[in-house]
């Protein structure tokens, strides 16, 4: 196992000047954010909220990846202005999809969504599939990425809001992006500069029936863009690039057990996945009957479409993406005990038959998607799609406690020049749900909350320690 350094003592050596490597931001903020879910299904309506916490003027480019393969469904530019806040909302769509709308009057390119309108999702980019219909963007997750600073007075004047709370002219940045227009001409270069962080977000699923809601924190990615370029990358809204990898840094930090373990690696798709490889993830579960209560857990593999997408598909993954099934499936086993310490055994009988079957087997399931329910004891507490649902059965006695899943078999590694991270590259969270209906007077009694996984790494290097 290879060694690492407290954080202090690496800041130290690296001194103050020391380049940039991309890093999960423990403290939420970033240049990247990754919100590991949206849902329409089941009577729910998703909001995100994006904050710009700087003084400065920001190109941001939001894009809605589907579950199953994490195709764009849309995509589009948005302008924050200086401590500027945004927020949406994903719901159904009358065409059977899902589509996103906002009453926020930041500006964004094309300008439907800051005027209000509702922009249903769509499905060019997964036709060749089996499984090809508008029903798929029902469910997913969403990146967003910072792509410039815009530094132009020209731009800046108008994405700044008023005292009214409105922008100067949206459509100026419109036209800006437009035929002949400064940033067209320009490939988006005119006016601004390196990007900068400061981008947080959170997103809450609500179930409107049962007056529930469950909030998450999105996941924030720093130091993202590559040192060695402008520094930014600010593309036209029908553009599918910047994706999370195509204009990471390749240098990453991974933060581990109170040290830093930094190393290179050869695509920006690996050193994303390295900031959030784990070699298993952890969380409770609660599902006692006398309150109806249920669990849910989202697995969300955000890069998962860079090494499923072609054959053979590239470690860490281990199967290809087939648009016959429309799957990419990888096994896994789950270990879960009560709060008491037990866990399920399958004890052995002596007078029984030779071979004698395994103690204490575990139990394993397949997640074929990149964004993944778990549900236990068909609870289904975010009414998840036979798209992305999967179901676990806990043996009896096992209400309440925790539970364990292991990314590591199959030899899943994904190796870099430096490293070798045993696991996947995976967020998410549980959500717990409590219904117990109405109290006297009509009142719901109803509650539901969320809890990040935790992590395990596994980190080795045949690279002399430091």
Request: hydrophobic share 35%; proline share 7%; no cysteine.
């Given at each position: 196992m290879k060694k690492i350094l407290p954080v202090a003592v690496l800041a130290a050596l690296a001194g103050v000047n020391a380049a940039q490597a991309v890093h999960v931001n423990s403290d939420g903020t970033g240049q990247v954010l990754v919100f590991?879910?949206?849902?329409?299904?089941?009577?729910?309506?998703?909001y995100i909220n994006l904050v710009n916490t700087t003084d400065q003027f920001k190109a941001v480019k939001v894009r809605v990846l589907e579950s199953m393969n994490s195709q764009e469904v849309l995509d589009f530019n948005l302008y924050l202005s200086p401590h500027d806040h945004w927020s949406a909302v994903i719901t159904?769509?009358?065409?059977?999809?899902?589509?996103?709308?906002?009453a926020d009057n930041s500006c964004t390119v094309p300008l439907a969504i800051s005027n209000n309108s509702k922009v249903p999702f769509r499905k060019f980019q997964y036709t060749a599939d089996?499984?090809?219909?508008?029903?798929?963007?029902r469910e997913g997750y969403l990146e967003v990425i910072e792509m410039a600073t815009v530094t132009a007075s020209v731009y800046t004047d108008a994405m700044l809001h008023d005292s009214t709370g409105f922008p100067d002219d949206c459509p100026s940045l419109d036209a800006a992006w437009g035929t002949g227009g400064s940033w067209n001409?320009?490939?988006?270069?005119?006016?601004?500069?390196?990007?900068?962080g400061g981008l947080y977000g959170y997103g809450v699923l609500i179930d409107v029936e049962e007056g529930t809601d469950a909030s998450y924190d999105a996941l924030a990615i720093d130091d993202w863009i590559d040192s060695t370029g402008a520094g930014f990358f600010h593309s036209g809204p029908g553009d599918l690039l910047p994706s999370i990898a195509s204009e990471a840094d390749l240098a990453y930090d991974v933060f581990d057990e109170g040290g830093v373990q930094s190393g290179v690696a050869v695509t920006g798709a690996d050193s994303v996945s390295a900031t959030m490889m784990?070699?298993?993830?952890?969380?409770?579960?609660?599902?006692?009957s006398d309150i109806n209560a249920g669990t849910d857990w989202v697995v969300t593999f955000p890069t998962k479409r860079f090494y499923v997408n072609q054959t053979p598909a590239l470690e860490p993954f281990t199967n290809d993406w087939s648009s016959v099934t429309s799957t990419a499936c990888e096994t896994f086993g789950i270990e879960y005990w009560n709060r008491e310490e037990a866990t399920p055994v399958n004890?052995?009988?002596?007078?029984?038959?030779?071979?004698?079957?395994?103690?204490?087997?575990?139990?394993?399931?397949s997640f074929c998607y990149e964004a993944n329910v778990l549900?236990?004891?068909?609870?289904?507490?975010?009414?998840?799609?036979?798209r992305t649902g999967v179901n676990l059965n806990l043996e009896?006695?096992?209400?309440?406690?925790?539970?364990?899943?292991?990314?590591?078999?199959?030899?899943?590694?994904?190796?870099?020049?430096?490293?070798?991270?045993?696991?996947?590259?995976?967020v998410g969270f549980a959500v717990q749900r409590y219904v117990n209906g109405e109290l006297a007077g009509g009142v719901l009694s109803n509650y539901s909350g969320t809890a990040l996984h935790k992590g395990d790494r596994l980190i080795s290097s045949a690279t002399a320690p430091f």
């Open positions: 590991p879910f949206y849902t329409v299904e089941s009577g729910h309506d998703t159904t769509d009358a065409g059977g999809g899902a589509a996103i709308q906002s089996s499984v090809n219909g508008i029903e798929r963007t001409t320009s490939d988006g270069a005119d006016g601004v500069s390196a990007v900068s784990q070699a298993s993830i952890s969380n409770d579960y609660v599902l006692e004890p052995i009988d002596p007078n029984d038959f030779s071979p004698l079957p395994p103690a204490g087997e575990i139990p394993t399931f549900t236990f004891n068909d609870s289904n507490v975010l009414g998840a799609s036979a009896d006695g096992f209400e309440n406690g925790w539970a364990r899943v292991d990314f590591t078999g199959e030899g899943r590694v994904l190796s870099t020049l430096d490293d070798e991270f045993a696991g996947l590259p995976v």
